[in-house]
């Protein structure tokens, strides 16, 4: 089945530095999401990226989809405290149209102040 | 908009017993909703897909009789956990799907609740 892998893992960074978390699909996706889960919180809706090469930018946060719609990154610049968490990337399992989601395992940002 | 609300929040209780969580669209309808389970520093594992009116999809090793899902409402799902045993344990979260259109296409966005914490003993 789809799959969606994304790296890295975990990530520690100091205040201030730059910080990016990249996802991968095994199939073209029609959309992906963002979500991101703060520690003992749940995921909350980031963002959507629908068209290929697409670039969004939310503060500090830019979002891309991939020119061919398999990949995606999350690069936030300057980070702060209120960073921490858990960023999840997400893309529909059955194609265009499709609720279900498949997400990537995540990856978990630290900020040392 | 968008809020999802979930409840109970934290829940304990003893093996064999069953238990009920809700999970509530409180500003939009959502025909789909979802029920996922949470280990710790792990991603979402999806357990079952709830659709208004019809039986729940439930996704492979989830099993059925275990993880009832029942969804009344448009706005309303719920899982009861029957006969709960300490590997139960877990943080469940459940989402609503939101139709949105990005041009001619539909698109799903996912709201989720807050979470249960169901501890098993």
């Known amino acids: 089945g789809q799959q969606v892998m994304q790296i890295p893992q975990y990530q520690h960074v100091q205040e201030g530095e730059d910080f990016t978390t990249y996802c991968n699909s095994s199939t073209t996706l029609s959309n992906i999401q963002w979500y991101k889960q703060r520690p003992g919180g749940h995921p909350v809706f980031l963002i959507q990226l629908v068209k290929s090469g697409e670039v969004k930018k939310q503060k500090r946060l830019t979002f891309q989809f991939g020119e061919a719609k398999k990949n995606s990154s999350l690069h936030i610049t300057a980070t702060q405290t209120t960073d921490v968490g858990t960023y999840f990337c997400?893309?529909?399992?059955?194609?265009?149209?499709?609720?279900?989601?498949?997400f990537g395992k995540g990856t978990k940002l630290s900020v040392i102040p | 908009g968008a809020v999802v609300s979930q409840h109970p929040s934290r829940v304990i209780c003893k093996s064999g017993t069953s238990v009920k969580i809700e999970c509530r669209s409180l500003d939009f309808q959502a025909t789909t909703m979802f029920w996922y389970r949470q280990f710790p520093k792990q991603s979402l594992m999806l357990m079952a897909t709830s659709n208004e009116g019809s039986k729940a999809t439930y996704e492979q090793g989830v099993e059925k009789d275990k993880f009832l899902i029942n969804h009344a409402s448009l706005t309303l799902s719920t899982l009861t956990v029957t006969s709960a045993h300490p590997e139960d344990s877990s943080f469940y979260i459940c989402?609503?799907?939101?139709?949105?259109?990005?041009?001619?296409?539909?698109?799903?966005?996912?709201?989720f609740g807050p979470g249960t914490r169901l501890t098993v003993t």
């Open positions: 997400a893309g529909p399992i059955n194609g265009a149209g499709s609720y279900q989601l498949t």
């Open positions: 989402s609503a799907s939101y139709r949105g259109l990005a041009g001619l296409m539909a698109t799903y966005e996912q709201y």
